[in-house]
């Protein structure tokens, strides 16, 4: 997915900021876990040696590009451009939020947080030697506001202006009651070349690789087959210390693969030194080679601690069809997760229930006190499931076709008004009952595959639409679909990326996240209260609140989740003793061993 959440600036008024503390670094309650004189990253290896190149994918799921511009709503961007951009502050990522100098020296957030001023480092340079300036922070704000893809221009809502104090000051202004982490969102913006988006259109796909301020710069490419990213050694900032031992790779290559077999044998034959495996079936049974069992290719299971988020299929309720939560609760329950996890998965994966899976903000039993507090206002808005135990989805016998699950599923049709006739679920009008499932690659028709000969045995019009990589980003950006599968990542301190999930202005919005087409004051408004809450406790309760709320909506049919990151690998990486808490941290925190790399055969 792309960094779109991490927007929203503001700006200074002729007053000034009220009283402001002058720090280091940022977090939404004020905690900081690093002091002011720390040298690096607790998860580095500060004397990690520079130098060879890893040849990996990019995030699952992407299988071509067309653009070198990922800030836009236009494309299909290459990945991991974020490589060539620096930010305000960088993330630590041992812990929920905190954010540290970069560009800037220093934030001072006003006492009551609607404005930050950054001081940013007179050394900071773009990577043709022009300096970087507080005009390039604030043209970057105006940019994304106003051409940047939907996402941004959602998070960036409650940003009133940025002002250039100096040429290396800048202060941003918010409006409104939703401002807690907006100084530390707006640190981690990627910060554009004025002087380069003055000569070149920002608002247009293209393969001119952009100017930036980060680690790395674009040596070479091939449209939809490969990208590789040199790192520059004239990088203003490597000796900083969220920068030691970070960066290690002379180049990074990243591959692109019409599927997931062809990524599985370019593994195996040393074409690829790195790969994420995301098919269990994979994962369980077709790494039995020799590489493997000498130790020359290494499968790895390395722990991820944050929320898995939300994983599923999504009903787009735009369409008159899903309307209806009885006809959204039928396809739960013709979905048999016990039994693709048995036969498909080998029993790899639990079942996602809630939109913050694996996380302490996950809703369970009835609300508690506090959560009522926040539920009772709304409750004349809100379904009766909201104030009992939260939804979870229905546990089948693991036979793949479970007779009274189906049979409940079809009494939920009937009750909504789609009867069968001829053996095809229709409406009062004769119009069959439809779904089709948009898919970009054929790996997953093996799991929808028999949820639609369940959906087929209750009468539904059931199949499976797969469709070029481009065509499927497109149908989805226009919510042209019935059902697509999506997993959204949620951070450990939610906020204003909850608008683009779930918010009801963002329900028609092309390129907005809001698949299903959500519309609801109750979640608007627990949304804000999860952005306005004060400290973590309160965090939790609204995050609470909300998941149940959301939860009682079916608007969804939950897949899977397994809190982990299980790399296959070619013996030739030298990696910190620890992995950050939030990250797989490959690209920055790893490095080539060159012993390794000379005497490591490839191949199975």
Same mark, same amino acid.
């Given at each position: 997915?792309?960094?779109?959440?991490?927007?929203?600036?503001?700006?200074?008024?002729m007053a000034g900021p009220a009283a402001a503390e002058q720090r280091h670094g940022i977090s939404a309650f004020g905690e900081l876990a690093l002091p002011e004189d720390f040298d690096r990253l607790p998860y580095v290896n500060p004397d990690a040696p520079k130098g060879g190149r890893i040849t990996t994918l990019g995030t699952a799921g992407r299988i071509t590009f067309d653009s070198l511009n990922g800030f836009i709503l236009k494309g299909v961007a290459a990945q991991e451009l974020t490589l060539l951009f620096d930010t305000l502050m960088v993330r630590n990522q041992n812990e929920p939020d905190a954010v540290y100098s970069l560009v800037a020296r220093t934030a001072d957030v006003a006492a009551d947080r609607m404005s930050v001023?950054?001081?940013?480092?007179?050394?900071?340079?773009?990577?043709?030697?022009?300096?970087?300036?507080?005009?390039?922070?604030?043209?970057?704000?105006?940019?994304?506001?106003?051409?940047?893809?939907?996402?941004?221009?959602?998070?960036?809502?409650?940003?009133?202006?940025?002002?250039?104090?100096?040429?290396?000051?800048?202060?941003?202004?918010?409006?409104?009651?939703?401002?807690?982490?907006?100084?530390?969102?707006?640190?981690?913006?990627?910060?554009?070349?004025?002087?380069?988006?003055?000569?070149?259109?920002?608002?247009?796909?293209?393969?001119?690789?952009?100017?930036?301020?980060?680690?790395?710069?674009?040596?070479?490419?091939?449209?939809?087959?490969?990208?590789?990213?040199?790192?520059?050694?004239?990088?203003?900032?490597?000796?900083?210390?969220?920068?030691?031992?970070?960066?290690?790779?002379?180049?990074?290559?990243?591959?692109?693969?019409?599927?997931?077999?062809?990524?599985?044998?370019?593994?195996?034959?040393?074409?690829?030194?790195?790969?994420?495996?995301?098919?269990?079936?994979?994962?369980?049974?077709?790494?039995?080679?020799?590489?493997?069992?000498?130790?020359?290719?290494?499968?790895?299971?390395?722990?991820?601690?944050?929320?898995?988020?939300?994983?599923?299929?999504?009903?787009?309720?735009?369409?008159?069809?899903?309307?209806?939560?009885?006809?959204?609760?039928?396809?739960?329950? /013709?979905?048999?997760?016990?039994?693709?996890? $048995? !036969?498909?998965? #080998?029993?790899?994966?639990?079942?996602?229930? +809630?939109?913050? *899976?694996?996380?302490?903000?996950?809703?369970?039993?009835?609300?508690?006190?506090?959560?009522?507090?926040?539920?009772?206002?709304?409750?004349?808005?809100?379904?009766?499931?909201?104030?009992?135990?939260?939804?979870?989805?229905?546990?089948?016998?693991?036979?793949?076709?479970?007779?009274?699950?189906?049979?409940?599923?079809?009494?939920?049709?009937?009750?909504?008004?789609?009867?069968?006739?001829?053996?095809?679920?229709?409406?009062?009008?004769?119009?069959?009952?439809?779904?089709?499932?948009?898919?970009?690659?054929?790996?997953?028709?093996?799991?929808?595959?028999?949820?639609?000969?369940?959906?087929?045995?209750?009468?539904?019009?059931?199949?499976?639409?797969?469709?070029? /990589?481009?065509?499927?980003?497109?149908?989805? $950006? !226009?919510?042209? #679909?019935?059902?697509?599968?999506?997993?959204? +990542?949620?951070? *450990?301190?939610?906020?204003?990326?909850?608008?683009?999930?779930?918010?009801?202005?963002?329900?028609?919005?092309?390129?907005?996240?809001?698949?299903?087409?959500?519309?609801?004051?109750?979640?608007?408004?627990?949304?804000?209260?999860?952005?306005?809450?004060?400290?973590?406790?309160?965090?939790?309760?609204?995050?609470?609140?909300?998941?149940?709320?959301?939860?009682?909506?079916?608007?969804?049919?939950?897949?899977?989740?397994?809190?982990?990151?299980?790399?296959?690998?070619?013996?030739?990486?030298?990696?910190?003793?620890?992995?950050?808490?939030?990250?797989?941290?490959?690209?920055?925190?790893?490095?080539?061993?060159?012993?390794?790399?000379?005497?490591?055969?490839?191949?199975?």
């Amino acid at each position: 997915m792309r960094a779109m959440f991490l927007g929203a600036l503001g700006a200074l008024l002729m007053a000034g900021p009220a009283a402001a503390e002058q720090r280091h670094g940022i977090s939404a309650f004020g905690e900081l876990a690093l002091p002011e004189d720390f040298d690096r990253l607790p998860y580095v290896n500060p004397d990690a040696p520079k130098g060879g190149r890893i040849t990996t994918l990019g995030t699952a799921g992407r299988i071509t590009f067309d653009s070198l511009n990922g800030f836009i709503l236009k494309g299909v961007a290459a990945q991991e451009l974020t490589l060539l951009f620096d930010t305000l502050m960088v993330r630590n990522q041992n812990e929920p939020d905190a954010v540290y100098s970069l560009v800037a020296r220093t934030a001072d957030v006003a006492a009551d947080r609607m404005s930050v001023t950054f001081v940013l480092d007179e050394a900071a340079a773009f990577s043709d030697g022009s300096k970087l300036t507080a005009d390039d922070v604030c043209a970057t704000f105006d940019l994304l506001k106003e051409k940047g893809h939907p996402s941004y221009q959602i998070s960036l809502g409650d940003v009133e202006s940025c002002t250039v104090d100096a040429a290396n000051q800048a202060t941003y202004r918010f409006k409104g009651s939703n401002v807690r982490d907006l100084p530390a969102t707006v640190a981690v913006l990627p910060i554009f070349s004025k002087a380069f988006y003055e000569a070149n259109e920002f608002d247009k796909t293209t393969l001119t690789p952009p100017l930036g301020s980060g680690p790395y710069k674009v040596k070479q490419l091939r449209q939809g087959q490969f990208i590789t990213y040199e790192r520059r050694e004239d990088y203003w900032a490597k000796d900083k210390p969220v920068n030691r031992g970070r960066y290690n790779f002379d180049e990074i290559k990243l591959l692109y693969f019409r599927d997931r077999t062809a990524e599985l044998e370019a593994i195996k034959a040393g074409n690829l030194d790195l790969r994420e495996e995301f098919t269990s079936k994979s994962w369980a049974t077709e790494y039995d080679i020799p590489a493997v069992k000498e130790g020359r290719l290494i499968k790895e299971t390395l722990p991820d601690d944050r929320a898995s988020g939300a994983q599923g299929f999504f009903l787009n309720m735009r369409r008159d069809k899903f309307a209806d939560i009885r006809v959204r609760q039928a396809l739960d329950m /013709a979905f048999d997760f016990e039994w693709t996890n $048995k !036969n498909l998965f #080998f029993g790899a994966y639990k079942r996602t229930g +809630s939109f913050f *899976e694996n996380s302490v903000l996950r809703a369970s039993e009835k609300p508690a006190a506090e959560e009522l507090a926040l539920l009772e206002p709304l409750k004349d808005m809100l379904p009766t499931a909201a104030f009992d135990a939260a939804y979870e989805p229905p546990v089948s016998n693991g036979s793949g076709q479970d007779r009274k699950l189906l049979r409940t599923a079809a009494n939920l049709l009937g009750e909504a008004g789609w009867e069968v006739r001829n053996g095809t679920r229709v409406n009062a009008e004769g119009k069959p009952l439809t779904v089709e499932f948009l898919i970009f690659a054929p790996t997953f028709e093996r799991v929808i595959g028999p949820y639609v000969r369940n959906l087929k045995l209750l009468g539904v019009d059931a199949s499976i639409r797969q469709v070029e /990589a481009a065509q499927y980003q497109e149908r989805l $950006k !226009n919510f042209d #679909f019935d059902v697509a599968v999506q997993r959204f +990542s949620m951070p *450990e301190t939610p906020g204003v990326e909850l608008k683009a999930f779930f918010g009801s202005a963002n329900a028609e919005t092309p390129g907005s996240f809001n698949l299903a087409g959500i519309k609801s004051k109750p979640v608007d408004s627990l949304i804000d209260k999860i952005m306005q809450a004060g400290d973590r406790k309160s965090l939790t309760v609204a995050a609470k609140a909300l998941d149940r709320v959301l939860r009682a909506e079916q608007f969804w049919v939950p897949q899977w989740y397994k809190g982990a990151h299980t790399l296959a690998y070619w013996d030739i990486f030298g990696k910190p003793e620890t992995k950050p808490r939030f990250a797989r941290a490959v690209f920055d925190t790893w490095w080539i061993d060159a012993a390794k790399a000379a005497s490591v055969k490839r191949g199975p």
